[in-house]
DNA sequence: CTGTTCTTTTGATCTGCATCAAGGATGCCA
DNA sequence: TGGCATCCTTGATGCAGATCAAAAGAACAG
């Protein structure tokens, strides 16, 4: 059925666009080079799946550019995603055989690949790789909880917010602005992959976009143009607190 | 109002009931030598709270026995645990400053802690030490992504069953033993805890528990000591799939 | 043993979101 | 240009779990 087109996508390390974010953003010239030795590019286009749940994987990598999601299945069929993968993420885990979660590409995507093998044995004598990757761990086991809050307690309009507010804060990062005022985004996922996020059904993530569209907290151009005219109210809306204390 | 207090609990480390699982276990004898000169012990009591959330936090540290908890509140009081701390697993994170989650002993507990700074730099020199924190941490992420999934798509009842398995496994571990047929453990989570756990309310936790007893699931001996009968009909009363697949 | 507090259970009712159902918009291919 | 698929919106209805309320154990101090 799918086409698992592998194709080659050569490039430098030092024009890569996620070098420094990436695994290897602490790695010194020499260090770059031994993973340059390893690495080579995978395309996957918008829909193609990475690797299902449970399959052997014998590689790890970096997302370069275009976006993925982390999913697990129950039997029934009932999904809940548990990973965005943005351009640097990191996909798999050294030290383990099988992919733990299906990993779907849903837009067109490009991958920077290391086999596991060679990368595991680098990350021994390369602690700028196992540093690195160490904190990119902890910032997505920091994400994860945060994400637990929304999952557990949060109502569906606060669960719609709190997803917008952390796309527009992304991508206000890549742009390397702060999140204020007025922001313009396009959304990186359907209404369905919204709702496996959110861990509601498609229906009513479309009737609370709605609903916060005819309040006024955003604005909708076409399905997934959005603008956030006060990105305050929506952080409101997301039952966060920005004015978090801090008065040291 | 909170009595703070902190009792010394000399212990060697070769005596120490976590030595093989916690931060340290792959240290040699000299690495252990050098986190033995910045450990040290503090004691909690059930109920006490080890540090709250934005709290400046100088210090790292494994719980070596007792049970503690890491929760997230919203301004209005809705509150999402997004952790259980057992012996051997770590608090705090290297590099940051401040607690991000407040961190809750729910019965008497000794931590092993060692001041933050000394910590990092000892890090740096002891490869041991951070790789076995990159595994713990890997570990972590997976465990919340598994409860995403709880939170996000799981019933009520599935949610209950889900979090008495692991409970289950977890004492099975400890016990060195399988988890299959019966067994016997004790909850240590009031109802509350269970319902800050899984997203629920506590007449709902009350309510499913008493479902789970009545159709011969569990079994219970007062509130907390608790008998499962059959470990399988247990998973898939949590929608788990333990027969999954693995024909290779 | 009695009053107090904390935890848990159980009942009655309400509601937010799921479910079921239909139709609109957009884009692609023949 | 029309057929088809994909994605999205909106309406009607139902139900799982929240909320409100009361009371029953259990632990403990006096």
Redesign the interface.
Known sequence: MLDEETKAVPRDCGDCPIRHRAVCARCEADELESLDQIKYYRSFEAGQTVIWA?DKMDFVGSVVSGIAT?T?T???G???M??LLLPSDFVG?P?RDEA??DVVATSDMVMCCFRKKPFEELM?HT?HI??R???M??D???A??????V???KTAREKIASLLSIIARRDASLKLTKPTGSMVFDLPLTREAMADY??LTLETVSRQISALKRDGVIQLEGKRHITVPDFDRLMEEA?D?ND???LA
């Open positions: 449970g982390l697990q129950m039997e029934d009932r999904t809940q548990v990973g885990r030290g733990a979660y021994v602690p196992a540093q990757l160490l904190e761990t902890l997505e086991l920091d994860a909880r945060e994400w637990m809050l999952l557990g307690r959110l861990g039952g607190d978090g204390g801090m």
